[in-house]
């Protein structure tokens, strides 16, 4: 739990995630939109279970598989089980992973967790301002952008809305990146018309988080591939969490009507 001394009023996406990850950094602001979630889309702590197994995933492919030494962790969050790091220097010890959140606590949680790795920091930035990101000496001290980087888009995107243009940051960052970057995102979907009843429960979560956060967006299938224009997507594509690569020793719980609303995809800038 966090201290009492600092008082949130509003509630934080970065919390009400960390309840839904049965974690314990919130609070009753927080849990109360956890539950709310809940009650629409029960399976909604699964589901977060699920894109923490595909940040695993997804990023041990990226280090063992494509070569990646070096990670910008967008919408980062609160530290939970198999932070990026932790993957990361499971496989390279020298990997250099630089996490960036708007919260201030999250970010001042993330610099608490890393004072003592040479190799990761923490920087309080916004996805949809990537000019600070990208000329953060911070951010040097970490990224060499002539050589290829990973970047982290893991369910973030679907908090930026519309009129601040999530397709143009991940144009910018590709515009910005050697051949060979690598991009990771997991992001909320409607299926619309294709399963109504998937779609019912999608437009009721988004109004709630909306509501309650201020950001929340259920994007269509063609609203998720133009984040990714520009780069290609590796196999199997755009799917299901639970259906990306699965590994038999680190399962993805299983999910009901959430299954075809979380979707995620790892892409390759040529
Ligand atoms: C649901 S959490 C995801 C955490 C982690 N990426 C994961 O997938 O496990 C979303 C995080 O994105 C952050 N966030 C939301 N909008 C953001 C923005 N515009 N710029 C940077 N971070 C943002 C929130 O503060 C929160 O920590």
Redesign the pocket.
């Known amino acids: 739990m966090i201290s009492a001394k600092t008082c949130f009023l509003a509630p934080?996406?970065?919390r009400?995630?960390d309840f839904l990850?049965g974690g314990k950094d919130h609070y009753a602001v927080d849990r109360e939109v956890a539950q709310q979630f809940l009650a629409v889309a029960p399976d909604a702590g699964r589901a977060?279970l699920a894109?923490?197994a595909f940040?695993r995933r997804a990023v041990r492919h990226l280090v063992a598989d494509a070569g990646i030494r070096q990670f910008i962790?967008?919408?980062?969050?609160?530290p939970?089980r198999g932070n990026v790091h932790e993957i990361a220097h499971s496989f390279d010890p020298g990997a250099r992973v630089v996490y960036?959140?708007?919260?201030p606590m999250?970010v001042a949680h993330s610099r608490a967790l890393l004072a003592d790795d040479a190799t990761t920091t923490a920087v309080h930035?916004?996805?949809?301002r990537l000019e600070e990101i990208v000329g953060d000496p911070e951010v040097h001290r970490f990224i060499d952008f002539d050589e290829p980087v990973g970047i982290?888009?893991?369910?973030?995107l679907h908090?930026?809305r519309d009129e601040?243009d999530p397709a143009g940051v991940t144009a910018t960052l590709r515009r910005a990146l050697p051949s060979g970057s690598h991009l990771a995102l997991?992001h909320f979907h409607n299926p619309a018309q294709a399963d109504p009843e998937v779609a019912s429960q999608a437009e009721t979560s988004e109004k709630l988080l909306s509501d309650a956060l201020g950001?929340g967006r259920w994007r269509s299938r063609a609203e998720i591939l133009d984040l990714l224009a520009g780069f290609d997507v590796l196999q199997p594509g755009v799917v299901p969490l639970a259906d990306w690569r699965p590994d038999p020793a680190d399962p993805s719980p299983s999910l009901d009507l959430m299954h075809h609303q979380f979707l995620g995809a790892v892409a390759r800038k040529p």
């Open positions: 934080s996406a970065a009400v995630y990850l977060a894109n923490r940040v962790d967008l919408g980062a969050g609160l939970a960036v959140d708007n919260d999250v930035a916004d996805v949809v982290l888009l893991f369910a973030v908090h930026v601040d997991s950001t």
